[in-house]
């Protein structure tokens, strides 16, 4: 027998992609706490959906919880940033690979880039980026390796909003994508598949150098 998972209620779905919004956008900031009758208030809902929504948000590794402190938005250092980004380097690249290799369509991944080329702000084109990425991978043909991916996003779009803030490479990282995706467009898997891997690659070590005596830099 299968169970079909339990739908979020609305005003909590609200909630949830609020704080999260704020939090991919930097308006939230790691280590800042979040107060649920304060949320509640700024939303305009009960404590309930907020607490429900921030309870989620700690399951996809956004928000931490703690007895003694309540919530927070989670911290980002040089070892989570490279945790997160080691799996996306194991991934990422083989879905990209699989998505060219089965002809799939990546006109949204064009819409994706066109969007993050004429953003007006840091966070709209954090928010497309985000989408580049996905529109990359979702069609690799295996549904267990998309919701893979789909579960790291979150937690790689915070470390890129704190990389961001230190070292911004929008620029940089714009013109990685449209190699990406003009690779990807020629059909050339495998050379797509190294650029994708090289740009995921470049951004920690370039955002979260690794110190001479193997320290973490936070």
């Keep these: 027998m299968t169970f079909a998972p339990t739908p979020i209620p609305s005003r909590t779905q609200y909630v949830l992609e609020a704080v999260k919004h704020a939090i991919l956008t930097a308006q939230l900031r790691p280590g800042q706490a979040l107060v649920e009758t304060e949320l509640a208030a700024q939303l ?16 996809t590794g956004l928000v931490v919880m703690s007895q003694y402190k309540g919530a927070t938005v ?12 080691d799996v996306r380097l194991l991934l990422e690249p083989e879905a990209l690979r699989r998505s060219i290799s089965r002809r799939a369509s ?45 579960e790291l996003r979150d937690q790689a779009a915070l470390v890129s909003t704190v990389a961001w803030a230190a070292v911004p490479s929008w620029k940089r990282e714009a013109a990685e994508h449209r190699e990406i995706l003009r690779l990807a ?7 797509a598949a190294a650029a994708l891997h090289e740009h995921i690659a ?3 070590r370039r955002a979260f150098p690794a110190e001479t005596d193997g320290g973490d830099v936070a």
């Design 185 to 191: 467009l020629a059909g050339d898997a495998e050379s």
């Design 106 to 150: 990546l006109d949204a991944a064009q819409e994706a880039l066109e969007r993050a080329d004429s953003a007006l702000d840091k966070a709209d084109r954090s928010l497309a980026n985000r989408d580049f990425h996905r529109a990359l991978y979702l069609p690799c043909g295996n549904p267990l390796l998309s919701r893979m991916l789909d």
């Design 44 to 59: 305009g809902v009960s404590k309930t959906p907020v607490r429900e929504a921030l309870k989620t948000l700690a399951g």
């Design 202 to 204: 470049s951004f920690v």
């Design 74 to 85: 989670r911290l980002v250092d040089a070892t989570m940033a490279r945790e997160v980004y």
